[in-house]
């Protein structure tokens, strides 16, 4: 089975198009925030919620990524897919480190009633979110330690011109994209799942 997570500010709906090939598919949302406050209890959460059994294979964009690699650390899982994702916070735009000490200040609630004025996906997306919990995994990301396990069992794809996380090396780049590759580039990163995994 193929577990989708969505980004944080995001939920099953990024994946349209060219993900709904992908089958058996289960698109997730973010089970309802109860004061988690670091990305392993987020997985626990997640990994409690859907029945993610060893052998399954996660696919997570953004934050997605990052928490599909806790759940590897609790399930041995085929193969995690990261799409414009991180292994660790060095991976991260220092700029947006430098500003997570402030995000509790930040006025999160007016711009999500800016986005609902706005026809996007991603906007209908943000403004429908948890502004408690997008600040609690602002922290919960900047405090992260990374994943120490089996990278051979991660499949890296990115955007080239991602600007929210540094394109790394050991990934296959989608020319053009950027932090949102999952809905601008759907069907380049299927292609690519599709030649990854067998």
């Given at each position: ?12 709906k990024m994946y349209q198009g060219a993900w ?37 294979i996660l696919i997570g964009s953004s934050m ?135």
């Amino acid at each position: 089975m193929f577990y989708l997570l969505p980004g944080m500010g995001a939920d099953s709906k990024m994946y349209q198009g060219a993900w709904l090939d992908i089958n058996p598919a289960v698109c997730i949302d973010w089970p309802p925030y109860e004061g988690e406050a670091t990305l392993s209890e987020l997985a626990g959460k997640v990994a409690a919620h859907y029945p993610i059994q060893d052998n399954d294979i996660l696919i997570g964009s953004s934050m997605g990524g990052m928490v599909a690699l806790e759940i590897a650390r609790r399930i041995r899982l085929d193969r995690v897919v990261l799409v414009g994702s991180a292994i660790d916070g060095s991976e991260m735009n220092g700029l947006l480190t430098l500003l997570t000490p402030f995000v509790d200040a930040a006025p999160l609630e007016f711009f999500q009633k800016l986005a609902a004025r706005q026809d996007g996906l991603f906007q209908q997306m943000f403004a429908a979110s948890d502004p408690d919990f997008m600040r609690a995994m602002c922290k919960a990301i900047s405090t992260w330690d990374g994943y120490p396990g089996d990278l051979t069992r991660v499949t890296r794809i990115h955007g080239e011109k991602d600007k929210v996380i540094k394109c790394p090396r050991d990934c296959q780049v989608i020319k053009g994209a950027g932090h949102l590759l999952p809905i601008t580039h759907a069907s380049a990163c299927v292609e690519i799942i599709r030649r990854s995994i067998p």
